[in-house]
């Protein structure tokens, strides 16, 4: 049963709970359709609140019995929660509910996964297990007692006591709602320990089911070099003496920072050469590191309300970020970051759904873990850390944890840190959270002889709610190289405040060619209209390694748009340039391989509609494949060089050497097979021993319209590991051509192993369809009407899931009439469902706009 009207929840209308949570013990008897929850929770008045309501959130639950101080109470119970009448001074509250596991579909709340007893209680799923003030401002001490006929009992904390077929756990920190974990299962462990700065010996754990053990080494390494990281860098030390990770199939998102009990879908956690390929060892060397230091940002200060999302998650996503440039390569990581955020916040933030970093409203909570929140949100920490400086970033953080430690906060509380050490009044700057869209900066360049004066402009475009949009306070770094590519100037951090400013650079021996918007300083879109010799100039010259990445990206940008708007032909200094970046053995493998890359098709498409041009998907997809086929004929001579010199001898390592190594080596095969047909591919694929090396030749083949052999075989190889067998299902969706993919996609939801339930496996296919541009976009629809109906199927069993996958349709002003007739029929008859999920509801809404 759902709510006829959805509600619309409002930051300005915060207001406390009128109750503490001083101590909460729980114990949960275990059965799969019949789980009995009972809490035993001290409530006393919060002298902070004035509303004294006694509300407590609860859902999808049966109340068994209900007791204040031992007596038996009748409280009055809706859909969504109960009230009661309480005493005046403290009091100890008592339920027992029944839950039913095995039927949650939705993976909110305690779940089932092959067997196995699983919570996910971020945001707002606590209150399916049991009445409660399921908010992140109250924050309690939580004891847990599972008794359940199970191997495995897990719970937050420290483990207290277990035996046959129990289990208790205390976690001493107090911790909202949203932290609370249980699992229950026949699980094994890959265990190691790690001692702190400060000796405290902590018990690693991974959990996985009997015969993922093999898949653990990885991110238990992970785990141990994040623990070291955050007291290196940020001096962060871990809390309690046990650390346990749990891999589950089934869960709507990566990974889950519950407090010492992090919960992981298993794709963001089981890794080995064999079945990951080396872009999945970086994501999850990475969600690892997002969720251990999510225990000092997030768990120890948390959020005080859900409008402050990206308190935790912008400068988790920041640190993570921080901790693989460290890892890895500094320069990689920013490109493939900026990249991810092109491809994904952008079309956000210039669409329908665009919103703030923190929003102001919001119907369903679950609809905000957007890339805004996370990515931008990210972001938004980088300009604050380029604005202060990197020591007073590093002193108001340890002001921010000193001050704040075991409390719930706002963005007024972070900004207040940063403004006290640096006497700086960022009301400017916080505009950043509080406005959405994003800002175009023009440029107008003045040489008099001698002095060089750069005009920077600023202007954002309206978003839904905000007509308006005073200047932003927008780091903008500079560098001027002079003639033959020597740094005249280095870098210099310009702030831009003003709607329009001037910024002189005086006594310069020539013209310089200015590199603008170093490292990507700011997550703006710089608007400037320079000719191509001066990017293939930067491409070959610039100092800073995201602008001479950018200045290629910019060159493939401009001439593929060409091809496809005016049907020119590819432009030879991109190709050139290309070409000698390939070649350049100086340059880190990892590098040119990005460097070789073209912006995706959905990316150039969004520049287009800026442009006042509506894009043709089509024609888009053929100018890349003319452009990469031009490419590889430029290339010809050196690809199988390129190809040999890549290759790696030494045994498989998921590090950033080896796994740039074989980018490029990727690069090389695609681009040779576009020239002998996909000889060399077949060779590869049959020797690959790795899933790297297999999938990339796989994927080559499956472009050159090959591979049908290999696609059956790479299924029997694999048919029982389903995170590989989700790269079989993706990969054929996204390398069809584009008036066939939605007919694979369809033919794949046939497939006895798609298990649609499964979210894993159900974006494997959709999520490829959304993203297979001009598959997707076909004029006959028949994409949108397939996504369409496996969305009305999905939403009844899983909303959260299903909301997230309307992303797809965001862009959908910027096609054509009839394209945007198509969108809208489907949009329209989505709606029209029965019953359709709030978080469904509000997407289609704000879609439509
Ligand atoms: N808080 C999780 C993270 O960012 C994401 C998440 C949100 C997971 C909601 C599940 C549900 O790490
Ligand atoms: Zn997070």
């Not at 690069?667 to 999938?695: C, K, V, W």
Request: charged share 25%.
């Amino acid at each position: 049963m759902r709510d006829a009207a959805p509600t619309t929840i409002y930051l300005k209308d915060y207001a406390p709970f009128g109750y503490l949570v001083d101590e909460i013990s729980l114990t949960f008897d275990l059965a799969p359709n019949a789980t009995r929850v009972h809490s035993r929770i001290a409530f006393r008045p919060n002298p902070d609140a004035t509303d004294r309501t006694f509300f407590l959130h609860g859902e999808q639950l049966s109340l068994i019995s209900a007791r204040i101080d031992d007596q038996p109470v009748e409280p009055e119970v809706t859909e969504k929660g109960l009230t009661c009448k309480v005493p005046d001074g403290p009091f100890t509250w008592e339920t027992e509910v029944e839950i039913d596991p095995s039927g949650n579909t939705a993976l909110e709340g305690l779940y089932m996964s092959n067997g196995m007893y699983c919570t996910q209680c971020e945001a707002e799923g606590f209150r399916k297990i049991t009445y409660y003030p399921d908010r992140p401002d109250v924050m309690g001490v939580f004891s847990v007692r599972i008794n359940g006929d199970l191997p495995v009992l897990l719970s937050n904390g420290n483990p207290v006591d277990s035996g046959e077929g129990f289990a208790e756990w205390h976690d001493p920190w107090p911790k909202p709602a949203y932290l609370f974990a249980l699992v229950a299962g026949d699980l094994v462990a890959h265990s190691d320990r790690f001692t702190t700065v400060s000796g405290r010996d902590v018990a690693l754990n991974l959990y996985v089911r009997p015969g993922d053990e093999g898949k653990c080494a990885f991110g238990m390494e992970a785990l141990k070099k994040s623990m070291k990281w955050d007291e290196d860098v940020y001096g962060r030390e871990y809390d309690l003496d046990v650390f346990n990770i749990v891999a589950v199939d089934d869960f709507n998102m990566g990974a889950m920072e519950n407090k010492g009990l992090n919960i992981f879908n298993s794709s963001a956690v089981l890794a080995s050469p064999e079945t990951s390929t080396d872009a999945n060892f970086e994501r999850i060397e990475a969600i690892i590191a997002h969720e251990y230091f999510h225990n000092w940002t997030g768990n120890r200060i948390t959020c005080r309300d859900w409008f402050q999302l990206c308190l935790k998650e912008g400068l988790t996503v920041f640190r993570d970020a921080q901790f693989t440039a460290d890892m890895r390569s500094a320069a990689v990581k920013r490109i493939e970051d900026v990249i991810d955020l092109r491809a994904r916040q952008f079309p956000e933030d210039n669409g329908p759904l665009a919103h703030p970093v923190r929003p102001e409203s919001f119907q369903e909570i679950n609809n905000f873990y957007t890339a805004t929140v996370y990515e931008k949100g990210a972001e938004v920490i980088g300009i604050l850390k380029r604005l202060v400086g990197d020591r007073a970033y590093a002193e108001a953080l340890d002001l921010y944890f000193a001050r704040h430690d075991g409390q719930a906060c706002t963005i007024e509380d972070w900004l207040a840190v940063f403004e006290e050490v640096t006497g700086r009044d960022l009301s400017q700057f916080k505009r950043w959270y509080s406005d959405a869209g994003t800002p175009r900066v023009s440029v107008q360049e003045d040489w008099d002889g001698s002095t060089y004066t750069l005009t920077l402009s600023q202007q954002t475009p309206p978003t839904p709610g905000q007509p308006d949009k005073p200047p932003r306070v927008i780091p903008v770094a500079v560098g001027l190289l002079g003639p033959n590519g020597d740094e005249l100037r280095p870098t210099e951090m310009l702030e831009l405040t003003e709607a329009r400013q001037s910024f002189r650079f005086d006594g310069l021996p020539s013209k310089p060619v200015p590199s603008i918007l170093r490292e990507f300083s700011a997550p703006v879109i710089l608007d400037r209209d320079s000719p191509t010799s001066e990017r293939a100039f930067l491409l070959a010259h610039d100092t800073d390694p995201f602008n001479r990445w950018e200045a290629g990206r910019s060159l493939a940008r401009d001439t593929v748009l060409a091809m496809a708007v005016d049907g020119a032909a590819p432009n030879a200094s991109y190709l050139d340039g290309i070409h000698a970046v390939l070649r350049d053995d100086t340059l880190d493998p990892a590098y040119r391989a990005l460097m070789a890359g073209l912006p995706g098709q959905s990316e150039l498409a969004g520049t287009l509609h800026e442009r006042g041009i509506t894009p043709d998907p089509m024609a888009i997809y053929q100018a890349c494949e003319d452009l990469r086929q031009a490419l590889a004929e430029t290339c010809r001579d050196m690809l199988p060089r390129l190809h040999a010199d890549t290759r790696v001898d030494a045994p498989y390592a998921p590090d950033a050497e080896q796994s740039g190594k074989r980018a490029l080596a990727g690069t090389a095969l695609a681009l040779i097979t576009r020239l002998d047909g996909g000889e060399l591919a077949a060779e590869e694929y049959a020797a690959a021993d790795n899933m790297t090396l297999q999938l990339t030749a796989l994927a080559a083949l499956l472009h050159a319209g090959k591979g049908e052999t290999q696609l059956s075989q790479f299924h029997d190889q694999w048919r029982d590991d389903r995170l590989v067998m989700d790269k079989w299902f993706g990969l054929q969706v996204s390398m069809a051509k584009p008036d066939r993919a939605a007919q694979v996609a369809q033919a794949l939801t046939q497939h006895a192993d798609f298990n649609w339930k499964n979210p894993n496996r159900f974006r494997a296919v959709m999520g490829a369809l959304a993203t297979n541009h001009a598959g997707f976009h076909h004029a006959s629809g028949a994409a949108y009407a397939l996504l369409a109906d496996w969305l009305i199927r999905l939403d009844p069993v899983n909303p959260q899931t299903t909301a997230r996958m309307f992303t797809a349709f965001q862009t959908w002003r910027r096609y054509d009439a009839d394209r945007q007739a198509l969108i809208a029929a489907q949009l329209d008859r989505i709606a029209a469902t029965p019953d359709l999920s709030p978080d469904s509801t509000e997407m289609i809404a704000r879609i439509r706009g």
